[in-house]
């Protein structure tokens, strides 16, 4: 097997993007002066010998996090000077809450041993899970045991533990067909199917969407679905399920023996619509969740499941085996998570979210070259998803280019939908994802520069066509 070329972001940037009909890119490499040798070898290894090890190819298999490949040339302008301003990555602007910050540096001064605990975490941040579920859901306290309370390393984690235990090789789980980069990536390195769902109008994949590709696939004699996965608030759209949507998903997935899986790790950052969790609705489902977003804790890396008696044995023997348990400081210091000086601290963040929201959307508004029908509704989650539109767009014009172009030129970084899209499709190349978490004033500063650079970018457009 003749490893697969892998072109950083970074490069992306200095060269002419083309799209075929095929979703991956090709790039010009003429002014790279790459060797016969360097352009077989993945990005970021050294050459391979004839003595060197082989690289397998489940990890040959695996996309870059593109997000991160724009972040990575966004800190490379930084460290050479320039004022970045970055909207690439759902990095909270503040860090974790004074309460918590205080609770770790209490632990690590004190005599505390911070050793292992138990595979599933600290009884106790167990128990604040639970009761924060009790408080804030419909749920009662059978549909939340701690027994069933898994905190896990990051929701990354426990996505891994969750896919291992719940899917074998060759099964088929659903995924909207815009959404989360990784849940593809790292279902793909487990050797399971993707199902890609088009997701409606409102930019959701809800039972009708879902439905229709159970009867697709029956029709056809395709592959049955064993699992959904999908994001509420979402992603990079900001959609939102309603309680109903909600529960109608879960009462189609219990009816077909689909297995899914609720990712709800923006809750908390929502304006206005009402939250849901999948608990409530069903006693299947794998709820993941995280101390990253709305408790601004995403380098601590820790999150929890909330997962169905059936996988209690399982899901201990793997976080056994893979991680042992989630960072015992961490898991200290979230016990601080829910105290009442420790909400004030987060809704502020809120509200700094809400007016970079309106930030964002407003100044949008103001581009009449855009659809606003193109725009997701960011109901929650603090990013804003954007279709360029066929007239904003021509051959070697789309999303990575403008966001190349972008960074290199104004020092912004955005987010191409080459990252969030069905890689089957053409959409990547058509949307960008901005993200809002790193405050007002980088709002507003990114908005003013991308308003500038727009003119430009349209004449591009134009000579190209």
């Keep these: 097997m003749i490893p697969r070329k892998v072109i950083p972001f970074a490069l992306l940037a200095a060269t002419s993007v083309a799209f075929t009909s095929s979703p991956t890119p090709f790039v010009r490499l003429s002014s790279l002066k790459m060797s016969e040798s360097e352009e077989s070898v993945p990005f970021g290894t050294t050459s391979m010998s004839a003595t060197t090890p082989k690289i397998s190819e489940r990890a040959l298999s695996v996309p870059s996090f593109k997000v991160m490949d724009v972040l990575q040339r966004a800190n490379e302008l930084q460290a050479e000077g320039h004022d970045v301003i970055h909207c690439e990555v759902g990095q909270p602007e503040s860090g974790a809450p004074s309460t918590v910050a205080a ?54 984690g426990g996505f891994l533990i969750a896919f291992t235990a719940a899917f074998d090789v060759g099964d088929t789980v659903a995924v909207a067909s815009s959404g989360y980069p990784c849940y593809r990536n790292i279902l793909g390195a487990l050797n399971v199917n993707l199902a890609n769902v088009p997701i409606n109008e409102e930019f959701k994949l809800t039972a009708k969407e879902l439905g229709n590709e159970i009867e697709h696939r029956r029709k056809h004699g395709k592959k049955e679905i064993n699992g959904l996965i999908l994001s509420s608030p979402s992603n990079p759209t900001g959609s939102m399920l309603t309680p109903t949507e909600l529960k109608d998903l879960c009462q189609l997935c219990d009816k077909n023996r689909i297995q899914f899986l609720s990712d709800e790790i923006y809750h908390g950052i929502t304006y206005g619509k009402e939250e849901a969790t999948a608990l409530t609705y069903t006693n299947n489902a794998i709820v993941i969740n995280s101390f990253s977003k709305y408790y601004s804790m995403s380098g601590w890396r820790l999150g929890w499941m909330i997962i169905p008696d059936h996988l209690v044995a399982p ?44 930030i964002i959307l407003n100044e949008l508004k103001k581009i009449k070259e855009l659809d606003q029908k193109n725009i997701a509704p960011a109901d929650g989650g603090f990013y804003v998803y954007i279709d360029l539109g066929d007239e904003n767009l021509a051959k070697g014009k789309g999303a990575v280019e403008m966001c190349a172009a972008l960074l290199e030129e104004e020092y912004v970084a955005f987010t191409p939908g080459t990252d969030f899209e069905d890689p089957s499709g053409c959409l990547g190349d058509r949307r960008f994802r901005i993200s809002y978490a790193g405050g007002v004033q980088t709002a507003t500063e990114g908005l003013k520069r991308f308003r500038r650079f727009w003119p430009s970018w349209l004449e591009r457009v134009h000579n190209a066509k």
């Design 315 to 358: 899901i201990n023997s793997l976080q056994q085996n893979m991680f042992i348990n989630a960072p015992t400081i961490s898991q200290t210091a979230a016990l601080k998570c829910w105290d009442d000086d420790t909400i004030e601290e987060l809704e502020k963040h809120i509200e700094k979210y809400r007016e970079s929201r309106s």
């Design 103 to 156: 609770a770790a540096i209490e632990s690590l001064t004190g005599r505390d041993v911070m050793g292992y605990t138990d595979a599933f975490g600290l009884l106790p941040l167990r128990e604040k899970i639970r009761d924060h579920y009790l408080k804030n859901y419909n749920v009662g306290k059978e549909q939340v045991d701690t027994k069933n309370i898994v905190v896990t390393t990051g929701s990354s």
